[in-house]
């Protein structure tokens, strides 16, 4: 039987910006009558979709992805596609999702997740288009759907009973367009496989069968079936190696946000004296975030960047080198100083993985990283959870071959007995009233002029500045990415409004010291920065303009 296209009138809504990555928003909002279909249908006007392309579609398997991956396949079909692949049970990690992009040529894909936000019927659901390199869109194509999705009046759809995307394999339709096939594909061996190319699975096997411990935390989140196949059935680790793999809807009630404070049972686990395991990581909701642990150690994302780029000729990808690296600009500079040392170009963008593709397209750079606990390298276009931890594990092995030593810790200490130590740390103040967080920032910039030359006890400030990024690739200019107040030792303080929540404003205070002195490195972060937390309380008068006492995440 023939489906009709239909086109249905519908009105535009005013809140459809996409922020740091996608649109985020609660589950209620996107339930209203024609939003979600409002978005897709400003994606698919903005792109020049050819007729009988292929689409990705894959979640993280939150609360309302079912169905999200229905009511897209309907559109999707009504606006030319002619095929969608999609992850069993909608399920996909967003490296997964880049990967199939990349390795079947999909005219790009729809990522559905808010990523490390909570989920469930009360909690965040997210879209996002990625492009056919696999890569988050660029800003002029999230500009442009902003724009289509506040003056839209119609969009197109085929109604279909459910699609079964349970199972693997292929359903054809037919509609007035032609026909339209949805394969659901397996979410897991295409990813595995890409892994088994890039790393050394024999010596992380031998690393694992030496009696060297490790817990990996999905967070009941994407990444539990990617861990089991490739952990316990690929490198044989124990079964006991994995926690919380089972996906849920909601995450089973918790925050799949893979820091100290939301991946508590894991910190308590690897902070638990003598007897933790060796290495501890954790990954997010959608798979692309990773947290690494040692035995009662934490590696910051930006220390833990800096030490995959100084070890990358220990796996088998990178072994000839690596073209350049790239990180935020809150990042820390550790991995500035190993590109020194290797003598490769290093990138500051602004905070956004979408800020990497061209560099990475150009093959200017090779890893990436964000102090937001996302790291990768050019084999996607997107962060990646379980490449990072598969990266460390293979380095490890590296150095257990060696020497039959494996430690993070002493890894990290070598680092910076060689680099200094980047003393880094992030403090979140969620959910505030939105006006009183622009308040902060409009305070700290009204004082660009008068800062410069001020001391603040052991420290003076050189500079400060709103960060702007101009792109070298395509010539696109970013402004407003970021307030910095950088002092004259080269330390610095950044403030930031994150684009990633969904209640009130979330401001991100981002603190770095520069300790080159090997005595001093081993500090605890909070009191190697104690100065500078007061430094920046005074400078944004924060207390008095927010009322809040203190960080909601410290990491
Ligand atoms: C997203 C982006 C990252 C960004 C992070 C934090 O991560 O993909 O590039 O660093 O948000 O952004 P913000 O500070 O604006 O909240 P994810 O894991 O949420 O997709």
Request: some cysteine; overall charge negative; glycine content about 10%.
């Amino acid at each position: 039987m023939q489906n009709q296209v239909q086109t249905i009138s519908t009105q535009g809504f005013n809140d459809q910006k996409p922020g740091t990555s996608g649109l985020r928003k609660k589950v209620q909002v996107f339930q209203q009558p024609h939003y979600l279909e409002n978005f897709v249908q400003s994606i698919f006007d903005t792109l020049d979709v050819p007729l009988g392309a292929t689409l990705t579609v894959g979640g993280d398997g939150r609360y309302y992805n079912r169905h999200a991956i229905q009511t897209i396949i309907e559109m999707a079909a009504a606006n030319g596609f002619g095929r969608v692949l999609v992850g069993q049970a909608g399920i996909l990690s967003t490296p997964a999702v880049s990967h199939i992009i990349r390795k079947y040529h999909t005219f790009g894909g729809m990522i559905l997740s808010a990523s490390h936000n909570q989920g469930g019927v009360h909690g965040d659901f997210g879209i996002k288009y990625n492009i056919s390199n696999g890569g988050p869109a660029p800003e002029k194509i999230t500009d442009e759907v902003f724009a289509k999705s506040k003056v839209i009046t119609q969009y197109k759809t085929v109604k279909f009973a459910p699609v079964d995307i349970n199972t693997l394999g292929e359903t054809e339709f037919e509609t007035d367009q032609g026909k339209f096939t949805v394969q659901v594909i397996d979410a897991v061996q295409d990813y595995a496989d890409l892994m088994q190319t890039l790393f050394d699975f024999a010596a992380i096997k031998k690393l694992l069968a030496s009696g060297f411990k490790m817990k990996f935390d999905a967070m009941h989140a994407v990444t539990g079936p990617y861990a089991q196949e490739i952990f316990v059935n690929r490198l044989c680790a124990s079964e006991s190696s994995l926690m919380n793999c089972v996906p849920s809807e909601d995450f089973n009630g918790g925050h799949p946000d893979p820091n100290l404070t939301y991946a508590a049972d894991l910190v308590a686990i690897m902070f638990s004296g003598a007897n933790a395991p060796d290495f501890g990581a954790a990954s997010d909701g959608d798979g692309d975030r990773n947290m690494i642990l040692g035995k009662n150690f934490f590696v910051t994302p930006s220390d833990s960047l800096a030490v995959l780029a100084a070890n990358a000729t220990l796996v088998p990808a990178y072994s000839s080198g690596i073209a350049g690296v790239a990180r935020s600009m809150p990042t820390s500079g550790a991995v500035d100083r190993v590109a020194v040392k290797l003598q490769i170009p290093c990138y500051e963008t602004p905070t956004g993985w979408k800020f990497f593709g061209n560099l990475m397209d150009a093959g200017k750079v090779t890893l990436c990283g964000e102090e937001s606990f996302g790291t990768s390298s050019s084999h996607v276009r997107e962060k990646d959870g379980l490449w990072a931890v598969l990266f460390w594990l293979n380095v490890l092995a590296q150095k257990y071959a060696l020497d039959g030593k494996a430690s993070v810790e002493a890894m990290l200490k070598a680092h910076w007995l060689e680099f200094g130590r980047n003393v880094y740390s992030r403090h979140d103040y969620e959910a505030i009233p939105t006006e009183a967080a622009n308040a902060v920032m409009q305070h700290i910039k009204g004082q660009f002029e008068s800062l410069p030359g001020q001391k603040f006890g052991h420290y003076q400030v050189s500079s400060c500045d709103d960060f702007s990024y101009h792109d070298s690739i395509d010539g696109s200019v970013s402004n407003n990415q970021g307030v910095r107040i950088l002092f004259v030792d080269g330390s610095r303080i950044v403030f930031r409004l994150s684009g990633t929540g969904t209640e009130g404003a979330t401001l991100r205070i981002y603190l770095e010291a520069y300790e080159p002195d090997s005595h001093k490195q081993h500090l605890d972060a909070q009191i190697a920065l104690a100065e500078m937390i007061k430094i920046g309380l005074q400078i944004s008068q924060l207390l008095a303009l927010t009322g809040c006492v203190e960080p909601t995440v410290i990491t």
